[in-house]
Nanobody, 118 residues
């Protein structure tokens, strides 16, 4: 199994920045099988949506709503994925979840709350 622990959420004002981190742990077999990692978010009353993903080779994908404001990055040696969020808006308020795809399986973290106040 791959376990994921997110950190870095909190309360920030409109226009501010936050950096989320997600560290993966598990057996050598499972960790070595991780390919794509990503961030999703779920706002109250809404479905969970993709925010950004990054492959082990560094290819990235972003939701249109965050392009130019959010940057996903990855430290493969530390099994950690980051989400730098700039120019935050109230509509970015949500619980942010990290996920990892490994050997055709998917693991999810427990989520971290991001609240953008106006």
């Amino acid at each position: 199994q791959v376990q994921l622990v997110e950190s870095g959420g909190g309360l920030v004002q409109v226009g501010g920045s936050l950096r989320l981190s997600c560290k993966a742990s598990g057996s050598i077999f499972s960790i070595n099988g991780i390919n794509r990692m990503g961030w999703h978010r779920q706002a109250p009353g809404k479905q969970r949506e993709l925010v950004a993903t990054i492959t082990s080779g560094g290819s990235t994908n972003y939701a249109d709503s965050v392009k130019g404001r959010f940057t996903i990055s990855r430290d493969n040696a530390e099994n950690t994925v980051y989400l730098q969020m700039n120019s935050l808006k109230p509509e970015d308020t949500a619980v942010y979840y990290c996920n990892a795809e490994w050997w055709r399986l998917t693991s999810w973290g427990q989520g971290t709350q991001v609240t953008v106040s106006s």
